[in-house]
């Protein structure tokens, strides 16, 4: 089998002015993502891997998941923690050795994987990463939306050619309605 979809998100909310970023024990830690960001991560498992029902169009299962590594003088752990309750649900281990700026190492590994791919990555990068996968695809939009955290952009490979999407995930109270 080959590799027939990429899906991409931003790691979950993080902390801001108002709102400090919490560890998993609940303890404050500006390196991590707020408590809206950890719901975020819990509503993402039953989204990727539903049960009793049908995934949402253009959504399936990962059977690889990535996630960003920290870099330079970032500590953050966001983008593994996000999708950390995601794979031990699947039972599966977050391809984290890669970090900003790898685009190329993490592009060839997700294109080595079997099926479907989830990549957990800071914004700025989403869209070159994209690029990368797709050879260029005309449409990929420029810049993530800088304060969304529940889209979902999808890349489905169709033959030898690439097709993409987005979409929002409506998983948690006050994420933006399509439209």
Not at 12 to 24: S, Y
Not at 39 to 49: D, E, I, K, S, Y
Not at 65 to 71: D, R, S, T, W
Not at 147 to 155: A, E, G, K, Q, V
């Amino acid at each position: 089998m080959t590799l027939r979809k990429v899906m991409l998100i931003r790691h979950a909310e993080k902390p801001n002015e108002t709102v400090q970023g919490v560890n998993e024990a609940g303890r404050a830690d500006p390196d991590q993502l707020s408590v809206r960001g950890w719901q975020r991560a819990g509503a993402l498992v039953r989204f990727f891997a539903p049960i009793g029902q049908d995934h949402r169009s253009g959504i399936c299962t990962p059977t690889a998941i990535f996630a960003c590594k920290p870099y330079n003088t970032t500590r953050s752990l966001r983008p593994l923690h996000t999708v950390s309750p995601l794979a031990t649900a699947l039972g599966i281990t977050v391809r984290h050795e890669f970090a900003r700026g790898d685009d190329a190492s993490l592009v060839d590994a997700v294109l080595r994987v079997p099926d479907a791919a989830l990549i957990c990555w800071q914004h700025e990068a989403i869209p070159g990463i994209a690029r990368r996968i797709t050879g260029d695809l005309e449409g990929i939009p420029e810049k993530w939306p800088t304060r969304r955290f529940d889209l979902i952009w999808i890349l489905d490979r169709i033959d030898d050619s690439w097709r993409f999407s987005q979409i929002d995930q409506m998983l948690l109270p006050g994420d933006v309605m399509p439209g």
